[in-house]
């Protein structure tokens, strides 16, 4: 709760100070049509701090959090165990500085941390070289796709129907206000991806293809081919990875020809912690790496020879002419990527393959489970952690009537894609090495009562 110490006496000198009689001088330009006029109803005036805490306590207990259910929610997101030692070491004095290194080679540890991260990433991504990181995957497709502008002098960038409508949000946002031409359409619920019909929309205005994998239904698409195609007519191939716990099972699409491979690093070291921060992660083929946006460490020796890190590049407005910038919407998330560097350091690759791998079973026990339940279709063929269930029903409904139960059954494509009401009766289920048999189990004869 926040502490306001100031006393009447004291907003009354203030307010002389600029010449303003009263706090309403200051709404003056505000339209009357847009004040309130009276008290807001249903709000009591006054009330103590005592009240106002049992009262939001009694709110908050209306919750229900992830960890007190059966959890099936991704799309995007996904709860992952992070152990704790990964808190504490990100609360270690060493890492108690500034967010962000203005004068960098001074903070030697600081950079050594995002040189590590850097290069984690970018063989996770199977790609030559990773930045710093971004806010976010959603800003850091985005950026992806005007780096492909910049690359290729086109504007024009195809998206898959199995990117995230989050991330086709932010773009369609962005791109009013840089002229690109976005083409995308929600989804089918069909096993099949939508690469041939990608390949058939690459002209020679394209500037990059955009691709997620595995896509916003869980499929999983061998991706050479469309870049091939991309590359025949002198496109790129950006690739979007939501769940970086999936490289650990499935093939990098760096190493299936992609340009720039950029992605949500939220699923390692990063809690879902109500909605963010987050962390964004931005690979790509050396050869453009001076179109990268945002910063980059890198190695070198001082003048004895001794090993040092510095700021490589760094081409955002804040160290160079704003004309020049090749980004002025991003910034290195620091705390969120040093989480995911000690996850990554905790786990090392045996780790990572070995996590996956009891994703990957766990999904595919929920999934021939739910397939069993009267009423409950999968449309997948393939898949890691996450799948798409056609329910009898609109999902949305029965995603809420589930959650009054205390099962959190998954995303409904409703909410994700709300003016595509052909797909409504899709329900996004992720299983996550936190769900259990018992959980599984729980879902399952959740809709066969909802569905009966």
Request: charged residues 25%.
């Given at each position: 709760m926040r502490y306001l110490p100031l006393t009447d006496t004291d907003r009354?000198?203030?307010?002389?100070?600029?010449?303003?009689?009263?706090?309403?001088?200051?709404?003056?330009?505000?339209?009357?049509?847009?004040?309130?006029?009276?008290?807001?109803?249903g709000l009591p005036d006054h009330a103590s701090e005592l009240a106002v805490e049992r009262h939001m306590a009694a709110l908050a207990r209306q919750n229900l959090s992830a960890g007190e259910a059966p959890f099936f929610l991704g799309a995007g997101a996904y709860k992952h165990h992070v152990p704790a030692s990964v808190d504490h070491l990100i609360q270690r004095g060493e890492f108690l500085t500034a967010y962000t290194p203005y004068q960098p080679e001074i903070a030697q540890g600081t950079l050594q941390v995002l040189f590590e991260f850097q290069t984690q990433v970018a063989r996770l991504l199977g790609c030559d070289v990773a930045n710093a990181s971004m806010y976010d995957g959603s800003t850091a497709c985005w950026e992806a796709i005007v780096m492909a502008r910049r690359i290729t002098k086109r504007g024009k960038a195809v998206l898959s129907s199995g990117l995230h409508p989050h991330y086709v949000s932010v773009a369609n946002t962005m791109a009013k206000f840089t002229g690109d031409a976005l083409a995308h359409e929600a989804p089918t619920l069909e096993a099949a991806t939508d690469i041939d019909a990608l390949i058939a929309g690459i002209d020679k205005d394209t500037s990059c293809?955009?691709?997620?994998?595995?896509?916003?239904?869980?499929?999983?698409a061998d991706l050479t081919p469309l870049a091939d195609a991309a590359h025949a007519v002198g496109a790129l191939l950006v690739a979007v990875v939501t769940e970086p716990v999936a490289l650990g099972a499935i093939k990098a699409p760096g190493h299936m020809g992609a340009d720039i491979v950029v992605g949500e690093g939220q699923s390692i070291g990063v809690g879902l912690q109500f909605g963010g921060p987050y962390l964004g992660l931005f690979a790509c083929k050396q050869k453009y790496v001076r179109q990268m946006p945002g910063r980059l460490c890198g190695e070198t020796v001082d003048a004895a020879g001794k090993r040092g890190f510095v700021l490589t590049l760094s081409t955002r407005e804040q160290h160079i002419r704003r004309e020049k910038a090749t980004s002025n919407i991003c910034t290195n998330s620091g705390l969120c990527a040093l989480a995911f560097s000690i996850h990554m350091t905790l786990l090392g690759e045996r780790g990572l393959r070995e996590l996956a791998n009891l994703n990957h079973?766990?999904?595919?026990?929920?999934?021939?489970?739910?397939?069993k339940v009267p009423g409950v279709t999968l449309v997948n063929d393939s898949f890691f952690n996450e799948f798409t269930l056609i329910l009898s029903k609109d999902a949305r409904d029965v995603v809420r009537t589930l959650a009054d139960k205390g099962v959190l059954a998954g995303v409904s494509l409703g909410r994700l894609f709300p003016t595509a009401p052909q797909i409504g009766n899709g329900l996004v289920v992720a299983v996550t090495e936190t769900v259990t048999a018992e959980d599984i189990e729980a879902l399952a004869q959740a809709l066969e009562e909802e569905l009966a």
């Open positions: 009354q000198d203030m307010l002389s100070v600029i010449g303003a009689t009263s706090i309403d001088d200051l709404f003056v330009d505000v339209p009357a049509e847009a004040r309130l006029s009276d008290k807001i109803a293809v955009v691709v997620q994998y595995p896509d916003i239904l869980g499929r999983i079973g766990l999904a595919v026990q929920a999934a021939d489970r739910l397939a």
